[in-house]
């Protein structure tokens, strides 16, 4: 198993965390625009960061390996997570039982979702300078009859920029991706070609109940699972 880049990290940074040296960007304004074409630029004393993925499983990897009390496994999974005589047992999937102190369970559960949101995006880069570098478009929403539909532009220069197409319904919506961006693309900044540097897609669960129950002892839900 190879850790590489198949993901983006972007959020408001509110207050400091120990990955905040590998940021790729930060930006202390971004624009909304709505469905009619009218934009409002917003102004914040908090930044918007976004953070590849392969710098920061690098920085994971060295600090685990710097670490003695810390051990990496690939390529095995928990078939089994409950509490035995008080402490967490866990069950992987080349049959070894774990009794740690502490577990942080990442796993999905089958909690039915109200709505998905499906996203297909692309690292671009331009045969000229077109992005406004200093001020991207966390939502540039498009006409729909249901659900929401938006483009999220992250501009890393001038010429470099991620670009989404995100909709917001109770199907995934991957099938009309790459035709929507192309369509999105070309009305925005006619005559400039770009070249596909990275893709990154995914369709995300939203809960509006989160799970119930108190968990178990010593287990602490993460992720789309909490």
Do not use: K, N
């Amino acid at each position: 198993m190879a850790f590489t880049r198949d993901r983006t990290w972007s959020y408001w940074r509110y207050r400091p965390h120990p990955f905040q040296h590998l940021e790729r960007r930060r930006w202390d304004r971004w624009r909304v625009s709505d469905w009619g074409g009218q934009s409002r630029v917003i102004e914040s004393a908090v930044s918007y960061c976004t953070l590849d993925a392969d710098a920061f499983y690098a920085e994971a990897q060295r600090r685990i390996q710097a670490a003695p009390h810390v051990a990496l496994h690939l390529g095995v999974g928990a078939t089994r997570v409950e509490v035995d005589r008080g402490r967490p047992l866990v069950q992987l999937t080349d049959g070894r039982l774990l009794r740690p102190r502490l577990v942080f369970d990442s796993r999905p559960r089958p909690t039915p979702a109200s709505y998905l949101q499906s996203f297909l995006g692309f690292e671009l880069r331009a045969d000229r300078a077109c992005f406004t570098a200093d001020c991207p478009d966390l939502m540039d929403f498009q006409p729909r009859a249901r659900g929401a539909h938006f483009f999220y532009v992250l501009p890393y220069s001038a010429d470099t920029a991620l670009v989404e197409a995100t909709w917001i319904d109770h199907q995934p919506q991957h099938g009309e991706g790459e035709a929507a961006l192309r369509g999105y693309l070309a009305q925005r900044w006619p005559g400039v070609r770009f070249r596909a540097r990275y893709r990154e897609s995914g369709c995300l669960p939203l809960v509006t109940t989160p799970p119930g129950g108190a968990g178990l002892p010593g287990v602490i839900d993460i992720g789309t699972r909490a």
